[in-house]
């Protein structure tokens, strides 16, 4: 049913903060009272997002899912894609180790997180030099 991904390295498992980890465990429980509600017509295929009767979600429903919870959050357009560019620039701003960075984006080279992910502005600039006259003096 399901395709395999582009690449073997897109197959790779990510680590998850305690507040992530929390949401899945709820997301689970939650899952469990479903599957036990739908009975015989549950379908168990281990998906993080599904429908009532733990099948997936179709592309539709979830489009307009996306457009009413940016719409009642006064959000812009955006696609759900978008927030993969948005996790991978603030990873940066952070001061993320970019090798980690392009590991878990999936990324042939760090070059590409560099060049397309992330951005360098006054303040950034300013730390950096502040974290090297530190280390120097």
Known sequence: MFDDTKTKKSNRLHALDDYT???RQNRQAEQRKEAEEAGDVWQNQDLVFSTYTGGPLQHDNVACAW????????????????????????????????????????????????????????????AAQTRFAERVS
């Open 67 to 126: 457009r009413k919870l940016l719409k009642k959050n006064n959000l812009e357009r955006a696609r759900p894609y978008d927030l993969r560019h948005t996790n991978i620039s603030i990873d940066g701003d952070v001061g993320t180790n970019p090798r980690l960075i392009a590991d878990m984006a999936g990324h042939a080279s760090v070059e590409t997180t560099l060049n397309v992910y992330t951005h360098t502005d006054l303040e950034a600039q300013r």
């Open 21 to 23: 980890l929390a949401l």
